[in-house]
């Protein structure tokens, strides 16, 4: 029996959901606070989304998962709350930006699985960087591995080649298999030995390889040292004060010398200083001097309060202000081969970390210096230009020519497509990736402006949201001729359908792709994989098609994930 399932909240990515869940046909009702172009009452409820009525108008008490996908934190645990009190048992796929508070609900909540946008989105924006035309992500291994659709044609190199040569490689596991003419599974395309033709669509996954800093301390320090200039521009006043400060005191010294004959240098600049800095100094240098001596030290004493009170001030800025800051991330700007990453947004931060983590080099520009994700970048020894980078001289500060890509994720579409033109201006061979939030026209920018990737975190996110809500706790998802496809870990339980069968006679039956499985806390994938009987308490990783899932399902309604 096929779940009922809710969608509540139909922005951008609430309705990209409800239309990708009844593509697979599934039953699905949506809520939304005002009425959507195109929809009935049937088919949308109109109301107060966290309102008892309106939840119960969309059955909530028949319903089996309820997907709450609007933009705000509050608005999605008070949806939550007032269906858990109407539908105890309910399942719910929660929308969260605060990816903390998501998981802690997690824990606390039976039936309860968070999921961000962001999260979701921000590794394909990855990949994409990487140079890999990611279309998803899977979780594997321990491992993020980016999704690719790879299509046959006459230069592939792949075509002619048999599957079954693909299926042993453990760097790369096939996902998904469409061919060309007629219906086959891959597992059976495998075992037949299957060559592939022009117009065969394969969907893989790649293992991802961490690279490894190569910049040791000492060429970090040399770097330091070669950026005078740099440090000249962000210290120019303080260095100006300070050598005016200095001036005055020497002024005063030698002029203290040449009219007290008997006076030391030493005497001289000691006292100096003193009058200048409000220290005090020994009086009796001036005590005998002429008028027009007593008159100098007034007036010097008038300057050299202002100038070293402006000093004073001008150092506490540059080493407590940003100026310091400035300068030092100024100074570990990578000449070579590192990622621009232009606008800390949520998204933003996510792929700044997830290329730290790799082993890459990246440049951060953004431009509130408020913004709380600049400490977290900074934290982590990043560089962060406060400018706007939709300026040529402030791409050039980030040393695009010599970068190995650009990506614009601000917060605003049309700021995103102003970068990425000056960028192409400045560097038309670097790789650019571009955030855009309207999904419908996400593929147009991509045809207008021939970048090469405008993605769209809603279009990304959605299937996701949508295999969670079909199929319980997924570790992938992605789309290929229109068809969705889920991967997820189920526990083979001795009253599992899969319980006591062949791994690769279930899989030809069932309509689904075995990825690996765990027996014993030990992996076992290829034609191992194939040749294995499943067992109460092992563990199968597996895709399939997100209509086959139905089979899967438990009367007593639970899911089929781990």
Not at 196 to 223: A, C, E, N
Not at 245 to 264: A, D, E, G, N, R
Not at 529 to 550: F, S
């Amino acid at each position: 029996m096929k779940p009922r399932i809710i969608v509540c909240g139909l922005g951008r990515t609430g309705y990209k959901i409800l239309r990708l869940l009844r593509q697979q046909g599934a039953i699905v009702v949506g809520i939304h606070h005002q009425p959507v172009s195109g929809e009935n009452a049937a088919n949308v409820v109109v109301g107060e989304l966290q309102a008892a009525s309106t939840l119960q108008a969309a059955g909530i008490k028949e319903a089996h998962t309820l997907v709450i996908t609007t933009t705000e934190d509050a608005l999605n645990l008070s949806i939550m709350m007032q269906a858990r009190v109407l539908n105890p048992q309910i399942r719910i796929i929660n929308r969260f930006y605060n990816t903390n508070l998501g998981e802690r609900l997690d824990q606390t909540l039976s039936n309860h699985l968070s999921m961000s946008v962001v999260g979701l989105a921000a590794p394909v924006f990855t990949f994409a960087a990487l140079g890999n035309k990611a279309i998803g992500q899977i979780k594997l291994l321990q491992q993020t591995w980016p999704i690719q659709e790879e299509y046959i044609h006459e230069n592939h190199p792949w075509k002619g080649k048999k599957l079954s040569d693909l299926w042993e490689d453990p760097t790369r596991m096939l996902i998904y298999y469409v061919p060309v003419q007629g219906k086959m599974n891959l597992v059976s395309a495998v075992l037949s030995e299957q060559q592939l033709r022009v117009g065969d669509r394969l969907i893989i996954g790649t293992q991802p390889r961490i690279r490894q800093p190569r910049k040791s301390l000492v060429r970090k320090l040399l770097k330091i040292f070669a950026n005078i200039r740099e440090f000249q521009k962000h210290a120019q006043s303080v260095t100006g004060m300070a050598i005016a400060l200095l001036v005055i005191i020497l002024l005063s010294t030698f002029t203290y010398i040449s009219t007290k004959h008997s006076i030391s240098f030493i005497d001289a600049l000691y006292f100096a200083v003193g009058m200048i800095t409000g220290a005090g100094g020994n009086d009796k240098v001036v005590e005998n001097a002429p008028d027009s001596i007593k008159l100098f030290t007034v007036v010097i004493m008038l300057i050299g309060a202002g100038v070293i009170g402006i000093w004073y001030a001008m150092l506490t800025d540059f080493i407590l202000g940003s100026r310091l800051k400035q300068f030092l991330d100024a100074a570990r700007i990578p000449e070579r081969n590192h990622y621009i990453v232009c606008g800390l947004s949520g998204i933003g931060i996510k792929i700044v970390q997830q290329l730290h983590l790799s082993g890459h080099e990246v440049v951060v520009i953004e431009t509130d210096a408020n913004n709380r994700f600049v400490t977290t970048a900074r934290d982590m020894s990043i560089p962060v230009i406060l400018a706007d980078a939709s300026f040529r001289a402030t791409l050039q500060r980030s040393n695009i020519d010599t970068a190995t890509s650009v990506l614009a994720v601000t917060s605003d579409d049309a700021t995103n497509l102003e970068i990425a033109l000056k960028a192409k201006a400045l560097a038309p061979n670097i790789p650019v990736i571009v955030n855009y939030a309207d999904p419908d026209f996400a593929s147009i920018a991509q045809q207008v402006f021939d970048f090469e990737a405008v993605l769209s975190p809603a279009e990304l996110a959605a299937p996701a949201f949508a295999a969670a809500a079909i199929g319980g706790r997924i570790i992938g998802n992605g789309m290929i001729a229109d068809s969705l496809w889920v991967a997820f870990a189920t526990v083979i339980t001795p009253i599992h359908p899969f319980c006591d069968e062949w791994v690769k006679d279930v899989a030809k039956s069932a309509d689904f792709v075995p990825l690996y499985v765990e027996i014993n806390h030990e992996t076992v994938q290829g034609w191992d994989l194939l040749e294995t009987i499943l067992a109460p308490g092992d563990v199968l990783y597996l895709t399939m098609p997100a209509t086959r899932l139905n089979q899967l399902w438990r009367e007593e309604g639970r899911g089929i994930g781990v």
